[in-house]
C-alpha cells in the first residue's frame, strides 16, 4: 500500500457519505415517522422534568438541546462532549417489550437508561442515504417509560425519533 493509500480511501469514504441529494428518499416502514411532519420539542435538563420532553413513539421531533454544562445527566454519559456541546434529556414510553431504534440526523452519544442504568446497545447502524437519518442505535427494552440521555451534540437542533423495529 502506498502511503497515500490510506488519505484516498478515506477521501472516498467523505465522498460517499457527503453524496448529493436529489430527492428524499422512502425510509422504511418502522422508520416512517421520519418522513411526516417533525414536532418541534424542547430538551429537559433536569431528569425529574424529563416527562415535560416526551418523546412520542414512531413521530420525529425537531429538538431544542441545551449546552451540556447545563444539564444534569442521570449518569456520565459514554461521550460526554465538551462545554461547546449540547445534550438533553427526554422520556419515553414503551408498551410492549421488544427491540427499538431510536434514530438521529446527528452524531451525538445516545444512552437509554433503564432503572438507574445505561443499557448495552444491541446495534449500530446509519439511515437510508438522503433520508436524513444519520445514525441509529438499537436497544432491547422492556415495557415502561425510559429515559434518554443525548450527549455531545454538535448543534443545538437535532432531529430524534423512538420507534420499534419491525
Not at 411532519?37 to 424542547?42: E, I, W
Amino acid at each position: 500500500m502506498t502511503p497515500a493509500a490510506p488519505a484516498l480511501a478515506a477521501e472516498a469514504m467523505a465522498a460517499h457519505e457527503h453524496a448529493a441529494c436529489t430527492a428524499p428518499v422512502a425510509v422504511p416502514a418502522d422508520l416512517a415517522g421520519w418522513s411526516g411532519a417533525h414536532r418541534p420539542l424542547k430538551a429537559a435538563v433536569k431528569p425529574a422534568a424529563s416527562g415535560k420532553a416526551l418523546l412520542v413513539m414512531g413521530t420525529a421531533f425537531d429538538a431544542t438541546l441545551a449546552p451540556t454544562p447545563k444539564v444534569d445527566y442521570v449518569l456520565e454519559p459514554g461521550k460526554p462532549g465538551g462545554s461547546v456541546s449540547f445534550g438533553g434529556l427526554f422520556a419515553f414510553d414503551v408498551a410492549e417489550a421488544g427491540r427499538y431504534r431510536i434514530a438521529q440526523n446527528g452524531r451525538s452519544w445516545v444512552d437509554v437508561i433503564v432503572a438507574g442504568k445505561a443499557l448495552a446497545s444491541a446495534a449500530h447502524g446509519h439511515g437510508p442515504e438522503c433520508s436524513g437519518i444519520t445514525k441509529m442505535v438499537e436497544y432491547d427494552l422492556p415495557a415502561g417509560r425510559h429515559l434518554l440521555q443525548i450527549a455531545a451534540n454538535g448543534e443545538a437542533a437535532l432531529t430524534v425519533m423512538v420507534a420499534p423495529v419491525r
